[in-house]
C-alpha cells in the first residue's frame, strides 16, 4: 500500500489473506561476517544472510514473513558495495516470499573505518490467531527432525575468525574441502532461508514446533521450543558433520562442547513431529527442496540438560 517514497511503509495484511492476524516481528544483523565480507569484497550474501536471519526467526513461530526493511550504515557509501548488498536483500525477501517495503541508508564519516559498514534488518509476518508455534503437546516420544544448513550460517564468526588467524589462514586461500573456492567463498555462503519449506509442513498440521539453530546452537535453542519435564536425545550419527565443520574441530582443535554450543554443526533447523508423521515430514521437506534427517526423539527430562548429543566422538572422528 502507499508506494515509495513517504515517511514509512504501509501493508494491509487482509490484501495477504489474513482475517484475524497476530503480528510477528524480529530484528537481527549479520555479525562480524561482515568483516569477511569487507575483506574479501563479496557483498551480495550478506544481505541474504541479513534477511534469513530476521525470517528464519519468524517462521518458527508459525508466521509467514510479510514485509521486510534494512539499515546500512557506513562511514561514506561506496556505491558499488552498497548494490551488492542490497541486491542480496532482494534476494533474500524473494527467497522468503516477503515485500523489501522500505529501508535506511545513513553515511556517518568518523565512526566506521574506511570501507566497513554494518547491517541491521528487520521482519514482520502475520499468524492467524491461536495457530503460533510452539503448539503445548509437544511430549516424551515425539521425532526430532534435523534439516540441514549450507554452512556456518551467520553465528560463531568470532571464533571462525580467531581459528584461521591461529591456523595461518587468509580468507583468498584455497580451502582444503572445497574444490576450486578460497576459505572466504566457503564461509559467506549464505545462511538458508527455511521459510516455504517449513511454512509448508506447518499448514499440513505436522510441525509442533522449530527450533532455528543460531547462536547457542543444537544445545540451547531447541530447549526454547520444549515445554517443562521435555528434553530430547540426539545420535550425531544420523547427520553428517559437513566439512567445513570438520576442520574447525580437527584442524583448528576446537572442543566438541564449544562446536555444538556455538555453531549450527550441519542443522540449521529443527521441526518436532509426531513420531507417525516423521517419514511423510521429512519426504515433505524434501521434496520442497532440504535434505532432512530423523535425528532424534523427544524424551522425559529430569535435572540434567535438556539436549543430550549421543555419539559426538565416534561420529565425528576424522
Same mark, same amino acid.
Given at each position: 500500500?502507499?508506494?515509495?517514497?513517504?515517511?514509512?511503509?504501509?501493508?494491509?495484511?487482509?490484501?495477504?489473506?489474513?482475517? =484475524?492476524?497476530?503480528?510477528? +516481528? $524480529?530484528?537481527?544483523?549479520? @555479525?562480524?561476517?561482515?568483516?569477511?565480507?569487507?575483506?574479501?569484497?563479496?557483498?551480495?550474501?550478506?544481505?541474504? =544472510?541479513?534477511?534469513?536471519?530476521?525470517? *528464519?526467526?519468524?517462521?518458527?513461530?508459525?508466521?509467514?514473513?510479510?514485509?521486510?526493511?534494512?539499515?546500512?550504515?557506513?562511514?561514506?557509501?561506496?556505491?558499488?558495495? +552498497?548494490?551488492?548488498?542490497?541486491?542480496?536483500?532482494?534476494?533474500?525477501?524473494?527467497?522468503?516470499?516477503?515485500?523489501?517495503?522500505?529501508?535506511?541508508?545513513?553515511?556517518?564519516?568518523?565512526?566506521?573505518?574506511?570501507?566497513?559498514?554494518?547491517?541491521?534488518?528487520?521482519?514482520?509476518? $502475520?499468524?492467524?490467531?491461536?495457530?503460533?508455534?510452539?503448539?503445548?503437546?509437544?511430549?516424551? @516420544?515425539?521425532?526430532?527432525?534435523?534439516?540441514?544448513?549450507?554452512?556456518?550460517?551467520? *553465528?560463531?564468526?568470532?571464533?571462525?575468525?580467531?581459528?584461521?588467524?591461529?591456523?595461518?589462514?587468509?580468507?583468498?586461500?584455497?580451502?582444503?574441502?572445497?574444490?576450486?573456492?578460497?576459505?572466504?567463498?566457503?564461509?559467506?555462503?549464505?545462511?538458508?532461508?527455511?521459510?516455504?519449506?517449513?511454512?509448508?509442513?506447518?499448514?499440513? *498440521?505436522? $510441525?509442533?514446533?522449530?527450533?532455528?539453530?543460531?547462536?547457542? @546452537?543444537?544445545?540451547?535453542?531447541?530447549?526454547?521450543?520444549?515445554?517443562?519435564?521435555?528434553?530430547?536425545?540426539? =545420535?550425531? +550419527?544420523?547427520?553428517?558433520?559437513?566439512?567445513?565443520?570438520?576442520?574447525?574441530?580437527?584442524?583448528?582443535?576446537?572442543?566438541?562442547?564449544?562446536?555444538?554450543?556455538?555453531?549450527?554443526? @550441519?542443522?540449521?533447523?529443527?521441526?518436532?513431529?509426531?513420531? =507417525?508423521?516423521?517419514?511423510?515430514?521429512?519426504?515433505?521437506?524434501?521434496?520442497?527442496?532440504?535434505?532432512?534427517?530423523?535425528?532424534?526423539?523427544?524424551?522425559?527430562?529430569?535435572?540434567?540438560?535438556?539436549?543430550?548429543?549421543?555419539?559426538?566422538?565416534?561420529?565425528?572422528?576424522?
Amino acid at each position: 500500500m502507499g508506494g515509495l517514497g513517504g515517511f514509512g511503509g504501509l501493508f494491509d495484511p487482509r490484501a495477504a489473506g489474513y482475517k =484475524d492476524p497476530i503480528l510477528v +516481528a $524480529a530484528t537481527d544483523g549479520v @555479525g562480524t561476517k561482515l568483516r569477511i565480507a569487507i575483506d574479501t569484497g563479496i557483498h551480495d550474501t550478506v544481505g541474504i =544472510d541479513l534477511v534469513a536471519m530476521c525470517v *528464519n526467526d519468524l517462521v518458527v513461530q508459525g508466521a509467514e514473513p510479510l514485509l521486510f526493511l534494512d539499515y546500512f550504515a557506513t562511514g561514506h557509501l561506496e556505491t558499488d558495495a +552498497a548494490a551488492g548488498v542490497i541486491a542480496g536483500i532482494a534476494e533474500g525477501c524473494r527467497q522468503a516470499g516477503c515485500v523489501l517495503i522500505g529501508g535506511e541508508t545513513a553515511e556517518m564519516p568518523g565512526m566506521y573505518a574506511a570501507g566497513d559498514y554494518d547491517l541491521a534488518g528487520f521482519a514482520v509476518g $502475520a499468524a492467524e490467531r491461536g495457530t503460533l508455534l510452539p503448539r503445548d503437546d509437544i511430549r516424551a @516420544g515425539d521425532a526430532v527432525i534435523g534439516i540441514a544448513s549450507s554452512g556456518v550460517h551467520s *553465528n560463531g564468526f568470532s571464533l571462525v575468525r580467531h581459528a584461521l588467524t591461529g591456523a595461518g589462514v587468509g580468507y583468498h586461500d584455497p580451502a582444503p574441502f572445497a574444490a576450486g573456492k578460497s576459505w572466504g567463498e566457503v564461509l559467506l555462503a549464505p545462511t538458508r532461508i527455511y521459510v516455504r519449506s517449513c511454512l509448508d509442513l506447518y499448514r499440513a *498440521n505436522m $510441525a509442533k514446533g522449530f527450533a532455528h539453530i543460531t547462536g547457542g @546452537g543444537l544445545v540451547d535453542n531447541i530447549p526454547r521450543i520444549l515445554p517443562d519435564g521435555v528434553g530430547v536425545r540426539l =545420535d550425531a +550419527a544420523t547427520w553428517p558433520l559437513p566439512p567445513v565443520f570438520s576442520w574447525l574441530h580437527h584442524d583448528a582443535r576446537i572442543p566438541l562442547p564449544e562446536m555444538v554450543r556455538t555453531f549450527n554443526c @550441519g542443522i540449521g533447523m529443527v521441526a518436532v513431529v509426531e513420531p =507417525d508423521h516423521a517419514e511423510a515430514a521429512i519426504s515433505r521437506l524434501e521434496a520442497a527442496g532440504e535434505t532432512a534427517f530423523r535425528i532424534g526423539e523427544a524424551v522425559a527430562a529430569g535435572t540434567g540438560p535438556q539436549v543430550v548429543i549421543d555419539g559426538l566422538e565416534a561420529a565425528w572422528r576424522a
